[in-house]
């Protein structure tokens, strides 16, 4: 494999190679100290530039008429490519321009959007610009084929820094998994590998650097769960209205703020509610800023009690959202002033989400067989050294290795947690999670899990007074789900083929095994 590599980006007039035509074309020839060589030309296309395109790229159609045709850009192209990897984000769709165009490409191809979901976890979108921040670089500004290709090698170099940064086990088995999965990366991890020294054989390397067993059988601390203060009283609503004052913390913290009346209105409503331990029904309409209106009475008394509130929503977006951009401006902002208290939240979801210590290292051991189970085994490779939830949310998955998760996830009935080894030190993602919700003064859950400690009796959250339920609208059909149970005409037909079935002149199904069976003992008794 080559030291060097080329950014390839273009831009054309449109998204299918069998239709669009190439009207921009840049590549970047780099190593890992740097950018060696660039190249960027417009393209004179057959047919006009559309508006659209224009406006997307900032390419001025009439730049396009001067600019030389493809047959005179090709043989610079073949040039920067010959023998080196190609780069880019979601690459097929250049490769598939460019050989449209005439100019195949049998070169090895690294796509930065599939080795920034397997290296990157968390991150609210996989875009180019999105995965250089993530990275620490700055996007090139504007759309053009030079400015991505630019950004695309920086990004590039970047990401095989993450891969540098793993012990020699964990790249082996990452080398492995992703060639497996049919991933052109897996040579990047296998290089890798081969620059580094074995070291000590029951070395377990730092956190950063791989998931190994040994490494989640140290105990962790366990966090103390949340005491009552004492506290009498409400939360003073003129505190809750100053908050949301045009020059409150709410204002500093909250990007494009502005006063809503009505905000305000609810949440004036939820501190008198809290307050006197009464009932309050809000409906409140699309943009009145809702979240908020409850979180922050919420949080305030939540602190002043030193006692837990629920919010329950209706999916696990919507508690990744509370959890990812609500919270964090308003622990901004009630961090802002000098009497501010800082708060504890946590989010509780159900079990599958978790995934399950002993069934993954039960799997790593097991032979990969199947490309998405492998692309799974790596991305989990990838993340497990880093992860402190172990909520699959934080991996971009394919519905293939969505599918695949089943194999690791949490699981009613699969282990006893008194008898988990993980669970007794605390590594145990599940667990850890409930832990972190009795220390909470804010748990953010679901109305399916919500429900579910219903029927656990109350076994799942901690103890609490006061519950949030947004979009409160869908609970009834939650309870349907939860508490109701459905059978199809399907079903019946397969419990009854169980249960008695007829194979010409044999009977089968359970009550033919069992009269087998009583017959048999009948006859051993005699």
Known sequence: MTDQFVALDIEATAMDPARGEIVEVALVVFDEQGERERFSSLVRPRARLSLDIATLTG??????????????????????????GIVGQSVAYDLGMVEAAGVLLPNRVYDTYQLATLLLHDLPAYTLGGI????????????????????????????LERIDAFDPATL??????????????????????????????????????????????????????????????????TRVAAAFAPDGPLSRTVDGYERRPQQEQMS????????????????????????????????????????????????????DQLYRKDLPD???????????????AAVVKGRSNYLCLRQWFAWLRQPLLDPAEARLKAKILAWLGQTET???????????????????????????????????????????????A???????????????????????????????VDEAHHLEDQATNQFGYAVAERDLEEFAGSVLRRDGAVLGGSLATIAAFLGRAAGDDA
């Open 132 to 159: 250089a921040v993530a990275l620490g670089e700055t996007p090139e500004p504007g759309h053009r084929a030079l400015a991505d290709a630019l950004t695309t090698s920086r990004v590039f170099r970047r990401l």
């Open 268 to 319: 004036l409503a939820v501190t008198r509610t809290l307050g006197r331990d009464e009932r309050l029904l809000v409906e409140a309409g699309t943009g009145t800023g809702k979240s908020l209106a409850y979180l922050l009475p919420a949080a305030l008394h939540a602190i002043a009690k030193g006692e837990t509130v629920v919010v329950s929503t209706n999916t696990l977006a919507l508690q």
């Open 330 to 344: 308003l622990r901004d902002a009630l961090g802002g002033g000098e009497a501010a208290s800082p708060f504890a």
């Open 438 to 468: 009795e220390a909470a003064h804010l748990v953010i859950v679901n109305h399916a899990l919500l429900l579910s400690d219903v029927m656990a009796g109350s076994r799942i959250l901690p103890e609490y007074e006061h519950l949030v």
């Open 59 to 84: 390419i001025d159609p009439a730049e396009l008429g001067a600019a030389p045709a493809w047959p005179e850009v090709a043989p610079t192209v073949r040039r920067l490519v010959a023998g080196r």
């Open 172 to 237: 082996e088995l990452l080398a492995a998994t992703t060639r497996t999965g049919g991933m052109a990366e897996a040579d990047l991890f296998a290089r890798a590998a081969a620059r580094r020294p074995t070291g000590p054989l029951f070395a377990v390397g730092d956190g950063a650097s791989g998931p190994h067993e040994m490494a989640f059988l140290t105990p962790r601390e366990r966090p103390e769960s949340l005491r009552l203060t004492g506290a009498k009283g409400g939360i003073e609503p």
């Open 390 to 436: 172990g909520d699959r949310a934080e991996l971009r998955l394919a519905p293939d290795e969505e599918f695949a998760w089943r194999h690791v996830a949490e699981e009613e009935g699969r282990c006893v947690a008194s008898r988990c080894v993980f669970q007794q030190r605390n590594q145990c993602f599940l667990y850890r999670a409930r832990r972190r």
